[in-house]
Nanobody, 120 residues
Framework: QVQLVESGGGLVQPGGSLRLSCAAS????????MGWYRQAPGKQRELGAA???????NYADSVKGRFIISRDNTKNTVYLQMNSLKPEDTAVYYC??????????????WGQGTQVTVSS
C-alpha cells in the first residue's frame, strides 16, 4: 500500500509565496516521475510541474518562472515552491507519483489534495 500526503497549502495574498510538500510512504521499491497538478473550480485538472527521477523538470507555461519543483529522493518527497502567486493560481493542488512496489511494476498514485487560495 502506498500513500501520498500533501501539506503546505493555505491562504496567501497576491504576490506572496507558498511551499507545498508531498511525502510518499508504504511499500515503495522506487519512485519514477513526480508532479504537481491543480484543479480550479469548474475546470479540468491540469499539470503544473513535473520532475523525473533524475531531476529533469517540466513546467506549464502559466507557472514557468514563478514555480520551482524539486525532490528529495532520500525522503521520497517532492516540493513545489510557488512564488509571485496570482489569484488565478487558486486551486486544489494534487501530488502524483509513479511508483514501483513489490506487487506493481509501475503504478500512478495521487495525494488527497491541498487547497491553495490566492486572495487579498
Amino acid at each position: 500500500q502506498v500513500q501520498l500526503v500533501e501539506s503546505g497549502g493555505g491562504l496567501v495574498q497576491p504576490g506572496g509565496s507558498l511551499r507545498l510538500s508531498c511525502a510518499a510512504s508504504g511499500s515503495i521499491f522506487s519512485i519514477y516521475g513526480m508532479g504537481w497538478y491543480r484543479q480550479a473550480p469548474g475546470k479540468q485538472r491540469e499539470l503544473g510541474a513535473a520532475i523525473t527521477s533524475g531531476g529533469i523538470t517540466n513546467y506549464a507555461d502559466s507557472v514557468k518562472g514563478r514555480f520551482i519543483i524539486s525532490r528529495d529522493n532520500t525522503k521520497n518527497t517532492v516540493y513545489l515552491q510557488m512564488n509571485s502567486l496570482k489569484p488565478e493560481d487558486t486551486a486544489v493542488y494534487y501530488c502524483k507519483a509513479e511508483i514501483r512496489t513489490v506487487l506493481v511494476s509501475r503504478g500512478a498514485y495521487w495525494g488527497q489534495g491541498t487547497q491553495v487560495t490566492v486572495s487579498s
